[in-house]
């Protein structure tokens, strides 16, 4: 059961990545810069991995990933909004 979940959560992966990848096109973004909103994803994907295994230290390993991609999405989401703001009052 362990190893369908896996390869489940695997093929979403790519299927998101390459959902990225096609609607990041128009924007003409390097391949480096994609990774910043696939980590998260990834990170989530192999927490959530983790917590499926039922070995306990194992679960608590994937709580944390699990966490740290919320508050990686969070901080990413806030320095982006930051960084805006001061690109685009330097702007006016």
Same mark, same amino acid.
């Given at each position: 059961?362990?190893?369908? !979940?896996?390869? %489940?959560?695997? %093929?979403?992966?790519? /299927?998101? %990545? !390459?959902? &990225?990848?096609? &609607?990041?096109?128009?924007?003409? =973004?390097?391949? @480096?810069?994609?990774? !910043?909103? /696939?980590?998260? =994803? =990834? /990170? ?7 917590? &499926?295994? @039922? ?15 919320? /508050?990686? %999405?969070?901080? =990413? ?6 960084? @805006?703001q001061l690109r685009y009052w330097r702007v006016k």
């Amino acid at each position: 059961m362990l190893f369908r !979940a896996v390869s %489940v959560e695997l %093929v979403l992966l790519g /299927i998101f %990545v !390459a959902l &990225l990848n096609f &609607l990041l096109a128009d924007f003409k =973004l390097k391949k @480096g810069k994609l990774l !910043a909103f /696939i980590f998260p =994803l =990834l /990170i989530y994907v192999v927490g959530f991995t983790l917590r &499926l295994s @039922g070995n306990k230290e194992l679960v608590d390993l994937g709580f944390f990933f699990t966490e740290f991609s919320s /508050i990686f %999405v969070t901080v =990413l989401f806030s320095l982006c909004l930051y960084l @805006g703001q001061l690109r685009y009052w330097r702007v006016k």
